[in-house]
């Protein structure tokens, strides 16, 4: 594997490909609404044989951009967009048929179903952290519902663009499926047009931007964001298994996921034996020191120096307001490498319990009782991630109850988002919509209500003016039975 130490970043293609690209695509649209399930199916099944035979090349080119390492982009990347590939491969037709409904009492001698329309023009923006996926997969919904897409990746990827790119044109057309690589600017412009869909993944304070350009046109959008995933790990947690579970979560992509554990809320009684627990896995996953963890071959760098200047400024102000480094705080900016890092004594006025971190530091806060915790993720943004550590039923509960994020696991973090039979996005400031399987679909799809009439004669007709007796007896007869 070649070693590249910098990131590079896209070259912003230019306005006139951006226009000549959607209205292409938008003169093919007809054509791509009419295809068959059976064609998409096979498009679909291309993009998964594609996979397999450009998977090195993947791989190359997503440690070309931030050194991750070829197993994780087979765990995180590749994997993941298999299942969702056969997933849908597997329950297109069903998803694409007509759905009839039930027929009400005034709407006798009618029958009703909804069809699954393609939007049309489809936008997909995305970000750089999981890049392969987080394009494919929206990518795999769209062609799902007959759609034409202009995916907008991330600019800090360019040799992971550059596979994708290659890989994508060896099955779709431009017409049917185009690559449009830049930065803000590039964005902007592609706003500018009247998409008819834009399914956008990102950060919260650019969700925002797109959803007021979406206004300009009334594009619905699907917006996949981030934010603060907190982590709960009670007095009867299995210590061992949560440090396990959650050091896996948090610094598997050098902690650059949005769905990572944020934050540990772990119970004031078993803190220090849980930082201790939490030492002792990282020690046995990336090694005992601090030379040996910086040379595992098992920890992705930081996308870029932005980044890592971010990540380390929220770190030193917290130390600064009397935090207290328990393990790693190695920095090494030659190399953009941040060690995995455990920080206790944090306020919550810090900057780093404001800001989603998106990096490898996690910040421990004891709380009292469970209410104490519930109380202290209430206090921010509704997540996109929660998870909780816990043996007691009752705990768990509470937590589902009194809370709201836009997914959960239980004794687990991450695994959630793999599989395709749950929805997967965020709520209000995490996110708007659902990605994955069905909700994917519905997402690139128009759901049209559509009512037929079968003979001259309705009930409906009998409703007409001019309103008579019968007219009256008629509509409290019906009434009596809603
Ligand atoms: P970002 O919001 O900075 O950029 C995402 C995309 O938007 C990029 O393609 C970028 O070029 C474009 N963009 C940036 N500024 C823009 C602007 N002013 N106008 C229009 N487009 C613009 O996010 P990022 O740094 O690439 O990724 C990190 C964020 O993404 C985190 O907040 C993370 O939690 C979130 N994320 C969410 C999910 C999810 O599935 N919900 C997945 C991965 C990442």
Redesign the pocket.
């Known amino acids: 594997m070649t070693e590249t130490k910098n990131i590079g970043q896209s070259v912003n293609d230019s306005l006139e490909k951006i226009q000549t690209t959607f209205q292409l695509q938008k003169n093919n649209l007809l054509s791509i609404r009419k295809t068959s399930v059976k064609d998409r199916k096979k498009k679909l099944k291309a993009l998964k044989a594609a996979l397999f035979a450009h998977r090195e090349n993947l791989q190359n080119a997503i440690y070309a951009d931030f050194k991750k390492p070829a197993i994780e982009t087979d765990i995180t990347e590749i994997n993941s967009t298999l299942t969702e590939l056969k997933h849908t491969i597997a329950h297109l037709s069903e998803w694409a048929r007509d759905e009839y409904v039930d027929t009400t009492l005034t709407l006798l001698g009618s029958s009703s179903y909804i069809q699954y329309e393609p939007k049309g023009n489809t936008l997909i923006?995305?970000?750089?952290?999981?890049p392969i996926y987080?394009s494919l997969s929206p990518i795999i919904s769209a062609v799902a519902a007959g759609n034409a897409v202009i995916l907008?990746?991330?600019?800090?990827t360019p040799n992971t663009n550059k596979a994708i790119k290659k890989l994508l044109f060896e099955i779709f057309e431009e017409k049917e499926l185009a690559v449009i690589e830049?930065?803000?600017t590039?964005?902007?412009e592609l706003?500018k047009l009247k998409f008819n869909h834009i399914h956008?993944?990102?950060?919260?304070?650019?969700?925002k931007?797109?959803m007021r350009?979406a206004a300009n046109h009334l594009a619905s959008c699907t917006l996949?964001?981030?934010?603060k995933s907190p982590t709960i790990v009670d007095e009867s947690a299995n210590l061992k298994d949560a440090a396990s579970k959650i050091v896996w979560g948090k610094y598997i992509n050098e902690g650059?996921?949005?769905?990572a554990p944020d934050y540990v809320l772990v119970h004031k009684n078993i803190q220090e034996k849980f930082i201790a627990q939490l030492k002792q896995t990282l020690q046995e996953r990336f090694g005992a020191d601090a030379e040996k963890i910086k040379s595992s071959a098992f920890l992705a760098r930081i996308v870029n120096t932005k980044?890592f200047g971010r990540i380390k400024t929220l770190l030193n102000e917290a130390v600064s307001n009397e935090a207290n480094v328990e393990f790693g705080g190695d920095f090494d900016e030659n190399d953009n490498y941040i060690s995995p890092t455990l920080v206790s004594n944090v306020s919550k006025d810090d900057e780093i319990m404001q800001e989603?971190i998106?990096g490898p530091i996690l910040p421990l806060i004891p709380f009292d009782n469970i209410e104490d915790a519930i109380a202290k993720i209430n206090d921010k943004e509704k997540p996109?991630a929660l998870y909780v550590f816990s043996k007691k039923s009752k705990n768990i509960n509470k937590v589902l109850q009194e809370t709201s994020s836009?997914g959960v696991c239980i004794n687990d973090t991450l695994l959630h988002?793999l599989n395709p039979n749950l929805p997967?996005?965020?709520v209000n400031n995490?996110?708007i919509g659902k990605?994955h399987g069905i909700w994917g679909f519905k997402d690139f799809s128009n759901e049209r209500g559509i009512l037929k009439q079968h003979l001259p004669f309705s009930a409906a007709k009998l409703l007409y003016p001019p309103y008579t007796k019968m007219s009256k007896f008629l509509i409290d007869f019906t009434m009596k039975y809603l």
Do not use: M, R
């Open positions: 923006i995305t970000p750089w952290n999981y987080l907008k990746p991330s600019e800090f830049g930065d803000y590039v964005s902007s706003l956008f993944t990102g950060s919260p304070a650019v969700g931007i797109i350009e996949e964001l981030g934010g650059q996921t949005c769905i980044h989603e998106f996109l836009g988002i997967f996005g965020g995490s996110g990605s």
